[in-house]
């Protein structure tokens, strides 16, 4: 008689186990199509995929993370970081789960909460070596230098020549600000690869790093001629030749790098600054265009052209650059420099007093500031003012300021 009751029972569980597989091996099916759809580049279609391979087995971790990876390539940081956690919930002892989740706090900003799941992980499997290096660079990220090097060493310790890891310590030390030992670890690196045109990149940004401009310039010659199509080696030589006063050098290398690479704001903004050194202010100002298209927030690019639409008549767009310029960096002296100068060149000497007043209230020392703000003075009659401050910015090493003295204050 128990018998006959618990079959039921027995079949119950087994029907519901037999769904279970069934939905967990349909939600595998489904993992695979958004895996394929991702590598073909449809989005939409891969993160369909994953919601319906979550709805088809609400258990499966798997599921979350592979759209949490997805949501986060995507720039969704919040709605990956919940898939994230949810799928931490359901396997809280995956190392992977937690080096993939560490990956989306990086991007998210949360560098400290990146280095807790990576010592989360590496504790679970501490022989994983790439776990390591992942939470070697949140910890670069982190500002953590001495530990990141440490951490180096210890990987280092099993693979000696490894250049990667070489070349990984060689980076933190730059980082640090230590160029002589990052160029220790290059050297060491091209014993081991002397045909890795990184390798040659990187001893060149060390030998410029420490004023060696020659060195450097050989250097980034070798990497350009192992790797004709590596564009940063272009861009860093472009940078060389520019401090040895190669302009017509520089610039080719910056096209040259450009030609290579048209997704990188800085290389832009650095092939503005030769053109605007050559005198070709419209080629400037169209780069400085490329790179705020490419980095809306990059402030350099905003204050450099906001001095070059000045240069160009374009007051208007001056004064929309520079106060973009002032929202995202609200303590530039610079910035309120520039604003002042702009007042200044429409004969609004108070307006312009006002932003110089700023601009020396954040850097007291600022010569250019000083210079303006002294010419403003004389232009609202308050000579004894202007010539102080003409004075000061003299002093500090302004020619024009100096010159200014003798025309405005031989009195």
């Not at 789960?97 to 010592?119: E, P, S, T």
């Not at 040659?200 to 004709?228: K, N, P």
Request: hydrophobic share 40%; aromatic share 8%; proline share 2%.
């Amino acid at each position: 008689m128990q018998r006959a009751a618990l079959l039921p029972l027995i079949l119950t569980a087994a029907l519901t186990a037999v769904g279970q597989i069934n939905n967990r091996l349909e939600s595998i099916q489904l993992i695979q199509q958004g895996d394929m759809q991702v590598r073909l580049g449809n989005s939409e279609q891969a993160l369909l995929s994953y919601t319906n391979a979550i709805q088809k087995d609400m258990a499966f971790a798997d599921a979350y993370m592979k759209r949490g990876a997805l949501l986060s390539r995507l720039g969704q940081y919040t709605q990956a970081l919940s898939d994230m956690d949810r799928a931490l919930e359901l396997n809280p002892y995956s190392e992977y789960i937690h080096d993939r989740r560490a990956k989306v706090k990086i991007l998210a900003n949360d560098v400290k909460g990146a280095v807790d799941d990576l010592d989360r992980a590496v504790s679970m499997d501490p022989y994983n070596n790439l776990l390591r290096e992942s939470r070697i660079d949140a910890l670069i990220a982190q500002g953590e230098t001495d530990k990141a090097i440490a951490e180096l060493d210890t990987l280092l310790k099993r693979s000696p020549g490894d250049v990667l890891l070489l070349l990984k310590k060689g980076t933190t030390f730059l980082e640090s600000g230590d160029a002589v030992m990052a160029m220790g670890m290059f050297d060491r690196a091209l014993e081991v690869s002397p045909r890795l045109a990184i390798v040659h990149d990187l001893r060149g940004v060390s030998l410029m790093r420490q004023q060696r401009w020659t060195e450097a310039l050989s250097a980034l010659d070798q990497a350009i001629t192992i790797d004709e199509s590596f564009d940063l080696a272009w861009y860093n030589r472009g940078l060389v030749h520019r401090k040895l006063g190669h302009t017509e050098a520089s610039r080719a290398d910056m096209d040259m790098a450009l030609q290579l690479a048209q997704d990188k704001p800085h290389m832009f903004f650095q092939r503005a600054l030769c053109r605007k050194r050559n005198g070709d202010l419209s080629g400037a100002r169209d780069d400085y265009d490329k790179a705020l298209e490419l980095a809306p927030d990059y402030l350099e690019a905003q204050y450099n052209r906001a001095f070059v639409r000045k240069q160009l008549g374009d007051h208007a767009g001056a004064f929309a650059d520079v106060d973009k310029a002032l929202a995202l960096s609200p303590d530039d002296p610079d910035a309120w420099t520039m604003k002042g100068s702009l007042h200044l060149l429409y004969g609004e000497y108070n307006d312009a007093i006002e932003h110089f007043d700023r601009a020396i209230g954040l850097s007291a020392d600022h010569a250019n500031a000083l210079y303006n703000r002294g010419l403003s003075y004389h232009m609202t009659y308050q000579p004894l003012r202007g010539c102080e401050d003409m004075r000061r910015a003299s002093e500090m090493g302004s020619q024009k300021a100096a010159d200014a003295l003798t025309y405005f204050c031989s009195f």
